[in-house]
């Protein structure tokens, strides 16, 4: 699938060597969008003062020697040396063409790498919060993309299943019953089986006693204690599920990859790093101390991976993790999406690894730093308790309103297909939020807002999806058999379809950045540009029979594009709205 950006690129570049010699033949040309035509080049400013000639001139010799008649109608030097490159309609129509039969949507296929991304990452026995929402979507979204892109994506869902915590949730669990009540809160309100467990823990001496037995049974591999404890995380993960399957992501039980995962290998993580002389001990602790990492008044920080009572902690287990990514699971590439104040912790876990030899240099690690979600008041979502705010209800909130709307504006729908609606513009709308902003960036939570129908929104985009269904329902035409052939007569069908050959560059650029929202914005931009199509080329009234077939076929693109790319953020596109 041709794309006119790195199509230009290509033909400058051989325009490059042959005006100016062949080392500069792989000089990159620099294409980039002009607001005077579609593209420009703008190489010649940069190389001009290398060869001490005026810009102008360098445009010049590169314009005499590019050939571009295929594919270019106008190309001329502006400015102080810039190349504008304006395409031909024809070139745009059939390249658009092209995509009608592509089930690709233009999605180029890549060379495949294995990568496990590591996100979501709950607690067992807790609530999962706002604050999990980010890592979660955000993950999933480039699970989606990256598995397009051809990559083959190893889902890691690093639950916190193991520590201290879990000798009072076992003695809590065994006290209130397995079978109890109080037990089925795991599945439904963890956080009350937490704080009862934290509550008698506190408060009771002999209980406290119990439970930091059980801790060390737990360590010791009792075989009751490890049955209650599977209990645990079972009941937890049910509960996962519920929030996963209503965020409609795609996280599996398969894909439970918890910090019990990495326990028998922390001792031996321990003990080559203190063999190979990376780690020492200092003030009781078995610790490494990297290079430019230090704190207050250029004191070293230390990461701590053995404590002073003999435990272990984040850094172990991720230090483990890094390593059995690598030699397990053959990693080209890791990424974690994780909040961003964890970004030092990962910097200095890495340059550990790579001490070690665990990490090879050819192994990229990439930490997709979350920001925070905020109220409109401007400071971390809460509750007016104070307390983080449980993400089942944030999501049933969101249906809800969206069902309002919904109801709002088609009374004429039965309340099953209202229903199905709102949950998926209600879901859409949080998830598409949260995308469409830069991930380490802060964003303000706001219903109203998100579940607009104008603006960079969910709803917008899912509209503009149902807009095209009903015209080829209003039609008596099934999108797929809108063929064409497209044929470009005015500037609203161009702009659409030129912005149609952007979606595969698009996805790619969220495949090398790790950043969704690159992915939202060109969808936005398309959305927009269909808009425009809509209001000034009719379809159903075109009197002309090839303009009517042309302007279906570019709908039809436009619908796959808009289904495709909501599909790789998670986003579903409902058939009416």
Same mark, same amino acid.
């Given at each position: ?21 062949? =080392? ?6 620099? $294409? ?20 001490? #000639? ?5 445009? *010049? ?33 059939? #390249? ?7 089930? #690709? ?9 294995? %990568? ?100 060390? =049974? ?59 002389? $990376? ?21 070293? %920080? ?19 993790? &890094?390593?059995? #990514? ?46 925070? &979600? ?5 400071? $971390? ?86 807009? $095209? ?10 999108? =797929? ?10 500037? *609203? ?61 570019? %709908? ?22």
């Amino acid at each position: 699938m041709a794309d006119p950006q790195e199509t230009l690129a290509a033909r400058v570049q051989s325009a490059l060597g042959a005006a100016l010699g062949a =080392e500069f033949a792989d000089t990159d040309p620099v $294409i980039r969008p002009s607001q005077f035509a579609d593209y420009q080049a703008n190489a010649a400013l940069a190389l001009a003062k290398r060869l001490g #000639r005026a810009p102008r001139d360098v445009a *010049a010799d590169v314009v005499a020697q590019l050939d571009v008649d295929d594919l270019c109608r106008e190309v001329e030097i502006s400015g102080p040396g810039f190349i504008n490159l304006t395409l031909r309609d024809d070139w745009i129509a059939a #390249r658009t063409q092209d995509l009608l039969g592509d089930p #690709r949507a233009g999605v180029p296929r890549q060379h495949p790498q294995t %990568i496990p991304l590591d996100y979501s990452a709950p607690n067992v026995a807790k609530e999962m919060h706002v604050g999990h929402l980010r890592t979660t979507v955000v993950g999933d979204a480039l699970a989606r993309t990256l598995e397009a892109l051809g990559h083959d994506v190893v889902r890691q869902n690093h639950i916190g299943d193991w520590g201290t915590p879990f000798g009072m949730l076992i003695e809590h669990l065994l006290e209130a019953g397995e079978d109890s009540a109080e037990a089925g809160l795991l599945q439904t309100d963890p956080n009350a089986f937490y704080q009862a467990a934290r509550t008698k823990f506190d408060d009771s001496a002999e209980f406290a006693a119990r439970a930091r037995k059980r801790v060390v =049974e737990l360590q010791a591999g009792d075989a009751e204690t490890l049955r209650l404890w599977r209990e645990l995380v079972d009941f937890s993960t049910v509960y996962f599920n519920k929030v996963y399957g209503r965020l409609d992501v795609t996280l599996t039980d398969s894909d439970l990859a918890g910090e019990s995962t990495y326990n028998p290998m922390l001792p031996a993580v321990c003990e080559e790093l203190e063999r190979k002389g $990376i780690a020492e001990i200092s003030e009781g602790a078995l610790c490494v101390f990297l290079d430019g990492f230090t704190g207050r008044e250029d004191k070293p %920080i230390p990461l701590i991976v053995r404590k002073s009572d003999g435990g272990y902690g984040y850094a172990t287990t991720d230090l483990a993790t &890094v390593r059995y #990514r690598v030699e397990q699971l053959a990693a080209d590439r890791i990424v974690y999406v994780v909040g961003a104040p964890q970004a030092l912790h990962f910097k200095m876990v890495w340059e550990t690894a790579r001490k070690a030899g665990w990490l090879p240099d050819d192994v990229e690690t990439v930490h997709v730093q979350i920001g925070n &979600v905020l109220g409109t008041d401007g400071k $971390i979502l809460r509750t007016r308790s104070g307390r983080s705010i449980r993400l089942m209800e944030l999501l049933d909130e969101a249906v809800e309103r969206a069902a309002k709307v919904v109801g709002d504006n088609r009374p004429d729908l039965d309340d099953s297909t209202r229903a199905a609606i709102a949950r998926e513009v209600g879901i859409g709308a949080v998830k598409y939020a949260d995308l469409s902003v830069s991930h380490d960036t802060e964003y303000v939570f706001d219903f109203d807002r998100m579940l607009a129908l104008n603006g960079n929104t969910g709803p917008y985009l899912q509209y503009a999806a149902a807009r $095209i269904r009903s015209i080829f329902r209003k039609g008596g035409i099934a999108p =797929e058999d809108a063929t064409g052939p497209v044929a470009i007569t005015e500037p *609203a069908e161009r702009d659409l379809a030129l912005a149609l050959l952007g979606f595969g560059p698009a996805v790619a650029t969220v495949g090398a950045t790790l950043e969704p929202h690159r992915l939202c914005g060109y969808l936005f931009d398309l959305a927009q540009a269909f808009t425009a199509f809509f209001e000034h080329c009719p379809v159903l009234q075109a009197d002309d029979p090839a303009v009517r077939e042309s302007r279906f076929a570019l %709908i039809a693109a436009t619908l796959q594009t808009l289904v495709t790319g909501l599909g790789l953020l998670g986003v579903r596109a409902p058939e009416q709205m």
